[in-house]
Protein backbone atom coordinates (compact mmCIF):
# COMPACT_ATOMS: atom_id res chain seq x y z
CA UNK A 1 0.00 0.00 0.00
CA UNK A 2 0.94 3.29 -0.93
CA UNK A 3 2.30 5.59 1.80
CA UNK A 4 2.89 9.29 1.52
CA UNK A 5 4.47 11.34 4.78
CA UNK A 6 4.42 14.93 4.88
CA UNK A 7 7.24 17.16 6.93
CA UNK A 8 8.88 20.11 6.82
CA UNK A 9 5.52 22.40 8.25
CA UNK A 10 6.41 24.71 10.79
CA UNK A 11 6.09 28.49 11.87
CA UNK A 12 7.56 31.07 10.29
CA UNK A 13 7.73 35.00 9.87
CA UNK A 14 6.50 36.47 6.44
CA UNK A 15 9.49 36.51 4.34
CA UNK A 16 11.22 33.65 5.29
CA UNK A 17 11.93 30.09 4.03
CA UNK A 18 10.59 26.74 4.60
CA UNK A 19 10.80 23.03 2.75
CA UNK A 20 8.40 20.55 2.37
CA UNK A 21 9.36 16.74 2.00
CA UNK A 22 6.97 14.00 1.22
CA UNK A 23 8.34 10.33 1.50
CA UNK A 24 6.34 8.10 -0.33
CA UNK A 25 7.22 4.25 0.09
CA UNK A 26 5.54 1.29 -1.96
CA UNK A 27 5.28 3.73 -5.03
CA UNK A 28 6.24 2.08 -8.30
CA UNK A 29 4.19 3.07 -10.98
CA UNK A 30 6.24 3.96 -14.18
CA UNK A 31 4.11 7.03 -15.31
CA UNK A 32 3.04 9.00 -12.23
CA UNK A 33 2.14 12.77 -11.45
CA UNK A 34 2.59 14.07 -7.76
CA UNK A 35 1.67 17.04 -6.06
CA UNK A 36 1.69 19.70 -3.36
CA UNK A 37 -1.71 20.99 -2.24
CA UNK A 38 -2.83 23.29 0.37
CA UNK A 39 -6.11 24.42 2.32
CA UNK A 40 -6.81 26.98 4.52
CA UNK A 41 -9.58 26.84 7.35
CA UNK A 42 -12.24 27.50 5.72
CA UNK A 43 -11.71 27.75 1.94
CA UNK A 44 -11.10 25.17 -0.74
CA UNK A 45 -8.19 22.96 -1.18
CA UNK A 46 -6.09 24.39 -4.17
CA UNK A 47 -3.42 23.33 -6.22
CA UNK A 48 0.48 24.46 -5.15
CA UNK A 49 2.98 23.00 -7.78
CA UNK A 50 3.21 19.30 -9.54
CA UNK A 51 5.93 16.84 -11.10
CA UNK A 52 5.27 14.17 -12.78
CA UNK A 53 7.44 11.33 -13.97
CA UNK A 54 9.68 12.68 -16.75
CA UNK A 55 10.09 15.68 -14.63
CA UNK A 56 7.48 18.18 -15.96
CA UNK A 57 6.27 20.70 -13.55
CA UNK A 58 3.09 22.93 -12.99
CA UNK A 59 2.60 25.72 -10.62
CA UNK A 60 0.14 27.48 -9.59
CA UNK A 61 0.24 31.39 -10.17
CA UNK A 62 0.09 32.22 -6.40
CA UNK A 63 3.41 30.95 -6.15
CA UNK A 64 5.25 30.85 -9.32
CA UNK A 65 8.91 31.89 -8.84
CA UNK A 66 8.77 31.38 -4.83
CA UNK A 67 8.19 28.13 -4.55
CA UNK A 68 10.22 24.79 -6.34
CA UNK A 69 8.60 21.43 -6.80
CA UNK A 70 11.32 18.90 -6.72
CA UNK A 71 11.92 14.91 -6.86
CA UNK A 72 14.07 12.54 -5.58
CA UNK A 73 13.67 8.97 -7.40
CA UNK A 74 16.54 7.44 -5.38
CA UNK A 75 14.98 8.84 -2.01
CA UNK A 76 11.42 8.62 -3.13
CA UNK A 77 10.88 11.78 -1.61
CA UNK A 78 8.94 14.69 -2.86
CA UNK A 79 9.90 18.46 -1.72
CA UNK A 80 8.88 21.72 -2.00
CA UNK A 81 10.58 24.64 -1.27
CA UNK A 82 9.58 27.59 -0.54
CA UNK A 83 10.68 31.24 -0.22
CA UNK A 84 9.42 34.66 0.42
CA UNK A 85 6.51 33.34 2.55
CA UNK A 86 3.53 35.24 2.52
CA UNK A 87 0.83 35.28 5.43
CA UNK A 88 -1.80 34.02 2.63
CA UNK A 89 0.62 31.01 2.57
CA UNK A 90 -0.81 29.66 5.92
CA UNK A 91 -2.36 26.47 5.29
CA UNK A 92 -2.39 22.34 5.41
CA UNK A 93 -0.33 21.73 2.99
CA UNK A 94 -0.59 17.82 1.40
CA UNK A 95 1.49 15.75 -1.27
CA UNK A 96 -0.44 13.50 -3.49
CA UNK A 97 0.62 10.73 -6.32
CA UNK A 98 -1.16 8.64 -9.05
CA UNK A 99 0.36 6.69 -11.32
CA UNK A 100 -0.16 4.30 -13.86
CA UNK A 101 1.87 0.80 -14.60
CA UNK A 102 2.16 2.27 -18.05
CA UNK A 103 2.24 5.47 -20.22
CA UNK A 104 -1.32 7.08 -19.30
CA UNK A 105 -3.06 10.14 -20.88
CA UNK A 106 -4.95 10.11 -18.02
CA UNK A 107 -1.58 10.66 -15.77
CA UNK A 108 -0.58 13.53 -18.71
CA UNK A 109 -3.48 15.01 -18.14
CA UNK A 110 -3.38 15.35 -14.52
CA UNK A 111 -0.19 17.06 -14.46
CA UNK A 112 -0.64 19.07 -17.45
CA UNK A 113 -2.48 22.23 -15.61
CA UNK A 114 -2.16 22.72 -11.28
CA UNK A 115 -4.98 22.45 -10.39
CA UNK A 116 -8.19 20.19 -10.63
CA UNK A 117 -8.17 16.52 -11.26
CA UNK A 118 -8.48 13.03 -9.05
CA UNK A 119 -5.87 11.94 -6.52
CA UNK A 120 -5.49 8.26 -5.31
CA UNK A 121 -3.05 8.40 -2.72
CA UNK A 122 -3.15 11.46 0.14
CA UNK A 123 -0.54 12.41 2.99
CA UNK A 124 -1.83 13.14 6.08
CA UNK A 125 -0.42 16.88 5.61
CA UNK A 126 1.67 19.33 6.93
CA UNK A 127 0.78 22.56 8.92
CA UNK A 128 2.88 25.41 7.81
CA UNK A 129 1.93 29.02 9.63
CA UNK A 130 3.24 32.54 8.12
CA UNK A 131 3.33 35.55 10.62
CA UNK A 132 3.34 38.99 8.66
Known amino acids: Q ?10 V ?6 RLSCA ?7 HYCMGWFRQAPGKER ?4 RIDSDGNIKYADSV ?8 DKA ?4 SLQMNSLK ?4 AMYYCAAEGRGYYSMQVLRLCARPEGG ?6 QGTQVTVSS
Open 13 to 18: QAGGSL
Open 87 to 90: AEDT
Open 2 to 11: VQLVESGGGS
Open 46 to 49: EGVA
Open 24 to 30: HSGYTYP
Open 75 to 78: KNTL
Open 64 to 71: KGRFTISQ
Open 118 to 123: DFGSWG
